[in-house]
């Protein structure tokens, strides 16, 4: 026995209603990842700014003879070096204060801007960049709440970004 008046018969979804629902869903799907992806935007920032300022100061060491350490903690991060006084030899033994690089735009300290970073280098030891062109591996991970970053220093001193 038929259902429907004859002639009528029963109609599923239009293509155009179909459309407008995957529209809809894909929109909905594209908020969500992009507001998963601005997470770590922060964090890979740093890590990004991190990895510039780590090749600047191996190029200013090269250039300069002194030697260049990184220093940092959870709120973030500076490089010093021997400081050098007009007029002082090097037979003097007069205190040189250390030269901080707070005029250079990219040594100068800064901060996280995803803070607090917890920091874990790899080997664990004080991280100075010198003369010499080649450097021994590193890998430093970079954790901000459950969001990490990890960069890596390969032997030819060329940085990568996971």
């Known amino acids: 026995m038929p259902t429907s008046v004859p002639g009528n018969s029963e109609r599923g979804f239009t293509l155009v209603e179909v459309l407008v629902v995957l529209v809809i869903v894909a929109i909905a799907a594209s908020m969500v990842s992009l507001s998963i992806g601005k997470r770590d935007?922060?964090?890979r920032g740093d890590a990004q700014r991190l990895a510039d300022a780590f090749t600047v100061a191996q190029s200013e060491?090269?250039?300069d003879g002194r030697p260049i350490r990184w220093l940092a903690n959870d709120q973030g991060w500076s490089f010093e070096r021997?400081?050098?006084?007009p007029g002082i030899s090097a037979q003097?033994?007069?205190p040189v204060p250390a030269d901080r690089l707070e005029r250079d735009e990219?040594?100068?300290p800064q901060a996280?801007?995803?803070a607090p970073v917890q920091l874990r280098l790899?080997?664990?030891r004080p991280l100075i960049f010198n003369t010499e062109w080649v450097a021994s591996p590193i890998t430093l991970t970079l954790r901000a709440g459950d969001t990490s970053v990890t960069l890596q220093r390969d032997a030819a001193g060329r940085y990568d970004l996971h």
Do not use: K
């Open 41 to 43: 935007n922060g964090l």
């Open 106 to 108: 990219v040594l100068r």
């Open 61 to 63: 060491a090269r250039s």
């Open 122 to 124: 790899d080997p664990d």
């Open 112 to 114: 996280w801007r995803a």
């Open 82 to 85: 021997p400081g050098r006084l």
């Open 92 to 94: 003097d033994d007069a």
